[in-house]
């Protein structure tokens, strides 16, 4: 499957961008170049999702949500959304591959606009980071597969 509730996120995201960028600009280039790409791809999974479920409650709800300035979508329109994504990938196997590739697309321009990413079971920062370590012990952020320090140090006579 797509991943519905990351769809709906993204949609609730874009519409409500729209609305805010009506009231301002961003003002820094970056911010404006980051933008144009994300509001690029997530215009078009709008547009796809739109037109697929054109009409249907969910959507309205959806939109009017993100509309009137929520930080984020409601559970229950969340859930109504995620149904009605899920009904129409069921039905259409065009759309439910359409959506799972402009979904992913998204991501990894979200992802490379952040500069932090990691694949599955890795580790992302996207700021300072300091891993030590001491006394023969190991420090990692992640580790894959095993790991040893090898025999413990024989500990010294006692002084008599």
Request: hydrophobic letters at 45%; charged letters at 15%; glycine letters at 12%.
């Amino acid at each position: 499957m797509f991943g519905a509730e990351i769809v709906v996120g993204y949609v609730f995201a874009w519409v409500a961008g729209r609305a805010r960028r009506a009231a301002t600009r961003a003002d820094a280039h970056v911010d404006a170049a980051v933008d144009a790409g994300v509001d690029r791809l997530s215009g078009k999974l709008h547009v796809l999702v739109a037109g697929k479920l054109n009409g249907d409650p969910a959507l309205g709800r959806l939109t009017s949500e993100a509309s009137e300035g929520l930080s984020a979508p409601t559970e229950q329109a969340t859930q109504q959304m995620v149904l009605a994504l899920q009904g129409a990938a069921a039905s259409d196997p065009d759309f439910a591959r359409s959506i799972r590739d402009l979904a992913s697309e998204l991501k990894a321009a979200l992802e490379a606009a952040s500069g932090v990413s990691a694949s599955a079971g890795g580790l992302a920062v996207g700021g300072s980071l300091t891993i030590t370590a001491q006394d023969g012990s190991i420090a990692a952020g992640v580790i894959n597969g095993g790991a040893s320090v090898g025999n413990p140090p024989v500990p010294a006579p006692p002084r008599l």
